[in-house]
Structure formats: structure tokens, C-alpha cells
């Protein structure tokens, strides 16, 4: 079965940092690019991050340039988030996603069950 | 970056009636368009994708069209567990974005 499943969400600080993992099982996990999104509660969608099958490119939605960096590693078949610098308006479930086809940008086919941040002092 | 709209932001429709979503981009995004269903406490869920091709195991009344700037969200016969919010993509630049979302209430 083609499963996502993201854990490290939690509680934090403004300003502070949290490392998010999505753990990927039941298909060829360096085929495919991977991407974050999120919800704000109450709110639409808002994508993050994206990475390349190979990890040679990246790319980062404007409000968390400089602040998120997105990883993988296809040995452990997981993708990482680590967020830096929090902000109280980051609160929100992060999702993990894989793209539709292999080897393509693509749309996000497949999604984990979301892992909440909330940053409040 | 591209701004996506859609249109109407709320809908309201009985079961067994066809349903028409709206998702413009402020700039041409060719066919690289994706719709997305989301249930309360669900994760958002693929329907179509590069305008008009059905994600595996989506019926066949949710169908896709368009090209260029203006794309349709098409449920040919309403059901009651299509109730949802569905949310347009577009993936041909980046930054990626998202449409504010259609509210679809099945009466």
C-alpha cells in the first residue's frame, strides 16, 4: 500500500525551531519529487516546499525562503522539513505529498494525514 | 506569481444535479492544472490533473476541461459524499499555488 506518514509536529515558540518527517512506504520513493503542504486552520491550502527525486533542486514557497529547508533520504525512503525561526502565522498541519508520475513536478497524488504545528508563546 | 480564483466560492445543489466549478489563472498555466477535493479533517484528495486526466479511482462524473487561463470542474450527478471543498493547483511555475477553494453544500 502507498503510504505517507508525517510525524514531529507540536508545540513551539515564536522563534524557535521544530524538524518535520514524512516516512514513505509502498513505492519507489526516489522517482518521485515530494513536496509540503499546509493549512492554516480555517484556511485553504498553502504549498511549502518541493524536492526533485534526486534532491539536486529545490524550491520554496515565498513566505518561508530562507526559514524552511527541505530534504530526503531515499536510503531511509523519508522526507524532512526543518523549519527555523518560527512564526505564530506558520501554525497550521503541515502535509506530506508525492506527485502523480514519476521523474515529473506533477500534482500531489498522494498525501499523508497531516501533522499539526502550532508556534504560541 | 499566478493567482488562481474561483468561482462561485459557495454552492449549493441537490443530488442528481451537475455541478460547475471555475478556477481562472491570472496568467497561462497551459494545461497544467490540478482540482482537489477536501473533507472536513481529510487531507485533500487528487481528482484531476493536467486539466482533464482522472486521478486512479476517481468516478467518472468528476471530469476536467480547459487550457490556457480558464478551467471547469465538472460532477455530472451529484451525490451526497461529494460534499467538500475543492481546491484548484496549478504546477507550471513556481512558486506552486492554490485557488481560495469552492465550497460545494449538497442539499
Known amino acids: 500500500e502507498v503510504q505517507l506518514v508525517e510525524s514531529g509536529g507540536g508545540l513551539v515558540q515564536p522563534g524557535g525551531s521544530l524538524r518535520l518527517s514524512c516516512a514513505a512506504s509502498?513505492?519507489?520513493?526516489?522517482?518521485?519529487?515530494m513536496g509540503w503542504v499546509r493549512q492554516a486552520p480555517r484556511r485553504g491550502l498553502e504549498w511549502v516546499a518541493s524536492?526533485?527525486?534526486?534532491?539536486?533542486?529545490?524550491q520554496y514557497g515565498e513566505s518561508v525562503k530562507h526559514r524552511f529547508s527541505i530534504s530526503r533520504d531515499s536510503a531511509h525512503n523519508s522526507l524532512y522539513l526543518q523549519m527555523d525561526s518560527l512564526r505564530v502565522e506558520d501554525t497550521a498541519v503541515y502535509y506530506c505529498?508525492?506527485?502523480?508520475?514519476?521523474?515529473?513536478?506533477?500534482?500531489?497524488?498522494?498525501w499523508g494525514q497531516g501533522t499539526l504545528v502550532t508556534v504560541s508563546s | 506569481e499566478i493567482v488562481l480564483t474561483q468561482s462561485p466560492a459557495t454552492l449549493s445543489l441537490s443530488p442528481g444535479e451537475r455541478a460547475t466549478l471555475s478556477c481562472r489563472a491570472s496568467?497561462?498555466?497551459?494545461?497544467?492544472l490540478a482540482w482537489y477535493q477536501q473533507k472536513p479533517g481529510q487531507a485533500p484528495r487528487l481528482l484531476i490533473y493536467?486539466?482533464?486526466n482522472r486521478a486512479t479511482g476517481i468516478p467518472a462524473r468528476f471530469s476536467g476541461s480547459g487550457s490556457g487561463t480558464d478551467f471547469t470542474l465538472t460532477i455530472s450527478s451529484l451525490e451526497p459524499e461529494d460534499s467538500a471543498v475543492y481546491y484548484c493547483?496549478?504546477?507550471?511555475?513556481?512558486?506552486?499555488?492554490f485557488g481560495p477553494g469552492t465550497k460545494l453544500e449538497i442539499k
Open positions: 509502498g513505492f519507489t520513493f526516489s522517482r518521485y519529487w
Open positions: 493547483h496549478q504546477r507550471i511555475a513556481w512558486p506552486y499555488t
Open positions: 496568467q497561462s498555466v497551459t494545461k497544467y
Open positions: 505529498a508525492r506527485v502523480v508520475l514519476p521523474l515529473d513536478t506533477g500534482a500531489f497524488h498522494i
Open positions: 493536467d486539466a482533464s
Open positions: 524536492i526533485k527525486h534526486d534532491g539536486t533542486e529545490k
